[in-house]
């Protein structure tokens, strides 16, 4: 029986995000990277209060897009689209992929005076990794109902973070936490020697506006 192998090779994709307002060089600048099974459009709505014509929201899209739902054949243009930034297929190529996409995207918006990056849900993971292992070096990192991917070198992460303000948003009716979760997640950063806050809000698993409005004003 002939043996199946595996390979891999490199390819040109071509990678969509948005951006919100617009800002110069002593501006302010957001970085949002959305959930499992958003969009970039869709997750940057619920930024557009931080337009204020000095501020400029960027909303970089996963790679991976699908149809949401399970119907079965043809999709229609009623079929409602998700991205994802990962699976566990192939999860080594995956991050490499995203941390070199963020980071060219980084290069083309460009630098300004201050950096903001807001990873929610599954993008709490991306923005993390992409901060630890790629070439952006924000004011601020903001992780928003998720979690810190397990398998991030926390003394690698210490590092990277070494002059990042890191901020951890959680709702106190977000189904995807959990007290225990919650306090390991702090011990894993106090025993890395990581400095934090956290910030609780009394909504579900979502963008709560009056948490970032808070955030837009301390920044």
């Known amino acids: 029986m002939t043996e199946v192998s595996e390979h891999h090779i490199e390819v040109a994709r071509t990678a969509r995000y948005y951006r919100l307002g617009q800002c110069n060089r002593e501006g302010e600048l957001w970085y949002v990277l959305h959930g499992y099974r958003q969009t970039a459009a869709r997750f940057l709505r619920r930024f557009t209060v931080l337009a204020d014509g000095s501020r400029m929201v960027v909303a970089p899209e996963a790679l991976n897009r699908f149809y949401v739902g399970s119907e079965p054949g043809r999709h229609g243009p009623e079929s409602i689209v998700g991205a994802t930034w990962m699976t566990r297929e192939d999860r080594e190529f995956e991050i490499q ?7 060219a995207l980084r290069k083309d918006i460009g630098p300004v005076s201050s950096t903001t990056v807001l990873g929610f849900s ?3 993971a991306t923005a993390a990794r992409w901060v630890v292992l790629g070439k952006i070096r924000p004011d601020r990192l903001v ?15 210490r590092g990277a973070l070494k002059d990042i303000e890191l901020i951890i948003v959680r709702g106190s009716e977000d189904p995807a936490l959990d007290e225990i979760s919650n306090m390991k997640e702090e011990e894993r950063l106090r025993g890395a020697g990581i400095p934090y806050q956290v910030i609780m809000h009394s909504g579900g698993h979502d963008i709560d506006r009056q948490t970032l409005n808070s955030l837009a004003i301390r920044s």
């Open 97 to 103: 992929d995203y941390v070199r996409y963020l980071d």
């Open 122 to 124: 599954q993008g709490v």
């Open 143 to 157: 992780l928003w109902g998720d979690y810190l991917p397990p398998d991030l070198d926390m003394e690698v992460a």
